[in-house]
């Protein structure tokens, strides 16, 4: 991965701030993170602060300009330091968005390119104001919500019902009031899930690395006429386009890379699926 240039820069002066700590042989880890506005830097700690730790960590916020977070156990356990209050958000600025996330939330590590794919995505789908557009995967919304600037109706689904509180909040804020969401174990049974009887015209799919066997299982794909699908994983892929092609008649019209995760051997792959 690329680092940030302004956290670089100071890995010398991070490095010792831990060293002076008292607690350092607890701090499991540090994850940075990167929106619209400063670097956060989430300090994962395995035994509770000392009062002194905690004026060195708030100094050095200060002093940096970076905010800083404490983790003493699950995601739901991450508070800021410094400063009180941290609105983390980052832009689709093609789409005229902005997504706030939380510190832990799951976005895509490479801003630039995450705008690129979107633009990628949304071509080859081609949404038209007369579909209804199913985005399955669909996170905080990071391809739901610029499709509903083209589609006439947009339904996002994901597993995890933070995310989903947070999409909601994200399409009220931007004033989108032509998508919903749901929150839905998309590796489970979906018979009878609401979303699941509606007609679709289009799909887009962003699964995780294990791929989305058991949805494409289970969808009514009949009125599907295209499908777009983003994935970290190209075995995972491969496997679901030979289910696609094989089982449901699509035919695999485009595919690429993207190198989403800089020095290191993982990509992004986008795939078009048309019948």
């Not at 905010?67 to 156990?73: C, S």
């Not at 049974?189 to 791929?211: C, H, N, Q, T, Y």
Request: hydrophobic residues 50%; aromatic residues 6%; glycine residues 8%.
């Amino acid at each position: 991965h690329t680092i940030l240039p302004e956290l670089g820069l100071r890995i010398p002066e991070l490095a010792a701030l831990v060293e002076s700590l008292d607690a350092k042989r607890s701090i499991a880890q540090i994850e940075f993170i990167a929106g619209d506005g400063p670097v956060a830097l989430v300090f994962r700690h395995l035994e509770p602060l000392g009062g002194v730790d905690m004026d060195r960590l708030r100094q050095f916020a200060q002093a940096s300009g970076f905010a800083v977070l404490l983790q003493p156990g699950g995601v739901d356990s991450v508070t800021p330091l410094w400063p009180e209050q941290i609105a983390l958000h980052f832009p689709i600025p093609e789409f005229d968005l902005s997504l706030a996330f939380k510190p832990l939330d799951f976005i895509q590590v490479n801003a630039g390119l995450n705008q690129k794919m979107i633009a990628r995505a949304l071509d080859l789908l081609d949404p038209q104001s007369t579909d209804r557009v199913l985005d399955l995967f669909c996170g905080l919304g990071n391809f739901t919500l610029p499709l509903s600037r083209k589609a006439g109706q947009v339904v996002g689904v994901e597993g995890d019902p933070g995310l989903v509180a947070r999409a909601r909040e994200n399409a009220a804020r931007n004033g989108l009031a032509n998508v919903e969401f749901h929150a839905a174990d998309l590796a489970k049974d979906l018979a009878s899930e609401p979303w699941m009887k509606l007609g679709f015209d289009k799909l887009l799919i962003d699964p995780p690395r294990a791929g989305a066997a058991e949805v494409l299982a289970q969808m009514p794909l009949k009125g599907i006429r295209r499908i777009v699908y983003v994935s970290c994983h190209p075995a995972s892929l491969a496997r679901d386009a030979g289910f696609l092609v094989k089982e449901r008649g699509y035919r695999l019209v485009a595919a690429g890379a993207m190198d989403m995760f800089p020095q290191t051997a993982h990509v992004e792959s986008i795939a078009l699926f048309e019948k």
